[in-house]
């Protein structure tokens, strides 16, 4: 069975979703959950920022936010009995599939529990999946947890 589980949050309903289904399966198989928050600065940088601003306040603010999202997670697993770790990484440009990939394997873990945006068509061709490309280049099993209408379209076959 599994012993330690990735869950990668983004603060999204996915991702949620994905923790809520990690949590089920490490109480079943008493397993550890591995939470991980990527941070893209290139996500927080507008332009107009002198670089001294950025250092001084806009990027110690985006990382305590990610470590607030983190915490905030662990807190809802130890309160369900799940032992929970939290790993805030910091993207230099890399793909976040990637880094999700790699720490997966760093922190020795047998599964990846993900969650899908559900983006069909030009979204998905334009925007990529982060989620296809983890399940493609991971080392270990990649759990994709899909928004809840989109399993319920699927179960009605609509």
Known sequence: MYHRLLVPLDGSATAALALD????????????????????????????????????????????????????????????????????????????????????SKCGCDLIVLGTHGRRGVDRLLLGSDAEQVARIAAMPVMLVRPRAATKAAATGS
Do not use: K, W, Y
């Open 21 to 104: 289904e990690a949590a089920q399966l490490a109480r079943l198989a008493g397993a550890t959950v591995v939470l991980l928050h990527v941070v893209d600065a290139m996500d927080h940088v507008t332009g107009f920022e002198p670089p001294l601003v950025h250092i001084q306040e806009v990027r110690p603010t985006f990382l305590r936010n990610g470590q607030a999202l983190l915490d905030a997670a662990r807190q809802t697993l130890e309160a369900q009995g799940v032992t929970a770790e939290t790993v805030l990484l910091e993207s230099q440009g890399e793909r976040v599939s990637q880094l999700i990939a790699n720490q997966a």
